[in-house]
């Protein structure tokens, strides 16, 4: 189905844009919430009517996007994780944390344009993350990951008091070995399978808090 863009659709185009959709995308989806006119001589007529107005906003959307790639280019955004001994993150980091640490320092930035290698980060590391702007302009965010044991903040609880023994440093391991043999001591005697679970610091399901 032809449609015209009403306003700027982030998955589509920009407004004033000619383009064709599955029927029932429109009909449910976008036209209801006016997004884009159906494709009619009336309707091509507004939007003609409109268009020295959609350039000029589009001029101005050129500019901010200018504007915003400098800003998001000069800074570095750095995220700590809780990392085991081999470098590897428990969890992950999202474009959702990504563009959370963006708009502490003031920069709003939908999640949706922001693109990460592989979809997430799952390693500490220096990482280059594309950031879509407007139309076809976008930045390069330089994303730092570090360990939360790395650089602790002063007078800051260490992380490893609360990680799992894989998250332990280097500089404990002794401690790290010696917890995990009492674990695996209390693995043969009681709930082993229960244990393992939380080890790999799995998300609690509804039932296993039934439980």
Excluded: C, W
């Excluded at 001589?41 to 101005?60: H, L, M, P, T, Y």
Aim: hydrophobic share 35%.
């Amino acid at each position: 189905m032809k449609v015209i863009l009403n306003t700027d659709v982030t998955t589509l185009g920009e407004e004033g844009d000619v383009k064709d959709v599955a029927r029932g995308y429109a009909r449910n989806f976008l036209i209801p919430r006016d997004l884009v006119l159906p494709y009619t001589k009336q309707n091509v007529a507004i939007i003609e009517g409109r268009r020295v107005s959609i350039e000029r906003r589009k001029d101005e959307k050129r500019s901010a996007a200018m504007g915003l790639k400098e800003r998001i280019e000069a800074i570095t955004v750095t995220i700590k994780a809780t990392v085991g001994a081999s470098g590897r993150l428990f969890g992950s980091v999202s474009s959702t944390m990504i563009a959370e640490e963006l708009g502490k320092l003031g920069i709003e930035i939908e999640r949706r344009r922001i693109e990460i290698p592989d979809h997430t980060i799952k390693s500490t590391g220096s990482f280059p993350v594309r950031v879509k702007l407007y139309g076809d302009q976008e930045a390069t965010l330089k994303v730092v990951v570090t360990g939360d044991g790395e650089k602790p903040a002063e007078g800051a609880a260490s992380p490893a008091a609360e990680a799992p023994p894989a998250a332990v440093g280097a500089e404990s391991r002794e401690e790290a070995e010696t917890e995990t043999a009492s674990e695996e001591a209390a693995l043969d005697t009681d709930n082993a399978p229960e244990f393992n679970e939380l080890e790999d610091n799995e998300p609690e399901t509804d039932a296993d808090r039934d439980e």
